[in-house]
């Protein structure tokens, strides 16, 4: 039989995967070259670490998470390619690797609500340019014909 503490740990660790799956669920979308578990495994995994280590060795917790974001930045770091062309991709996705292992800290530590808002302020920043009226905006931009100004008109170009 589960304890308390196992089954709020566990109860912890389900709500920071779900989270994990719906930023890497987005990033999924986007073309991003990871996948969403990925995501929803380090939440996961970070959210057990600190509550186990916040229960087990409340003075360990600093260590712990230092430690956790040196790993998730090795993780992240992999995330991050370079493609033929030169152009490097994925740091949108290395960044929502290393929030959503903030977010485990924060579930972990015991401040779920925190975390789920967190987790759709994350969501709203990454998935802003998707948004409608974002999305509306910009194509009303790309269609305006450009305008040189006064100034450009008269610098001559080689």
């Given amino acids: 039989m589960l304890t308390e503490l196992e089954l709020t740990i566990l109860m912890r660790a389900a709500l920071a995967a779900l989270l994990g799956l719906l930023i890497g669920w987005e990033r999924k979308a986007a073309g ?16 057990v670490l600190t509550a186990l280590i916040e229960n087990l060795l409340p003075d360990e917790i600093a260590r712990l998470t230092a430690g956790i974001m040196t790993a998730i930045g090795f993780l992240g770091a992999g995330v991050i390619l370079r493609s033929n062309t030169g152009e490097v991709r994925g740091h949108t996705t290395a960044a929502c690797l290393w929030a959503m ?23 709203t920043v990454i998935a ?14 790309e269609q305006q014909p450009a305008v040189e100004t006064r100034s450009e008109s008269h610098v001559s170009r080689p």
């Fill in 128 to 141: 802003w340019d998707e948004w409608p009226l974002v999305s509306r905006l910009r194509r009303q931009r």
């Fill in 32 to 47: 991003a070259p990871i996948r969403a578990r990925t995501i929803a495994l380090a939440a996961m995994t970070v959210a």
């Fill in 101 to 123: 292992s903030a977010i485990g800290i924060v579930i972990g530590s015991g401040h779920e609500v925190l975390g789920i808002l967190l987790t759709l302020l994350i969501y």
